[in-house]
């Protein structure tokens, strides 16, 4: 058994026969996990995976929680840093006659599938938690700490009150309407 293949395949989940209910599985990497998944992103990191698995009749829902951290290098000063990790995320597998991906959280998976392998998703939840701006925490600034919060609530709806707007912004709007909309207004009239 090649050392690639042992690596991985400590995230194999056996699914054949398991009862519908509640599975919990603890796992733990380092550095090697990184050097067998095909990616230049990562290459050093530690951390643990506590996964929940529910299986009914239909479908398998894997929640994963991640805590950890990653050696990143900093866009600036080259210099390498720990980012910690930490991530809550889900993947539902629906049972189904062929392999694919819905969507980012739901595929169907074959219903003769004996055995899932984890390692992509929890590879694929650690890259999307990093940063877009990899910024060594010495050189951060308050700028560059709302990046970080704003990467963190991207994808998420933000709902503000347009209140009233200040006599200054009056004539912007007014200049900005297509005259297509002025010929409309004045059909109105």
Known sequence: MTEKVKELSKYNIDIYGLEDKQYDYDMESGDAFFEELDQDLIEHG???????????????????????????????SLE???EPINSDDRIILKFG???EELTEEI???NRNTNRINVAKYIFDFIALSLPVKKVHPSLRTEEDELDLEDDE???KLVYTSGGEPEDGDEGEDEEKIDPRWEALKNLKK
């Not at 479908?59 to 929680?65: A, D, E, P, S």
């Open 107 to 109: 595929e169907i998976i």
């Open 46 to 76: 530690h951390f643990k995976t506590h996964v929940v698995l529910n299986k009914s009749a239909t479908m398998i829902q894997l929640g994963f929680h991640t805590e950890g951290s990653v050696t990143l290098t900093c866009d600036r």
């Open 97 to 99: 006659d062929r392999n």
């Open 153 to 155: 609530t991207e994808g």
């Open 80 to 82: 390498p840093f720990e």
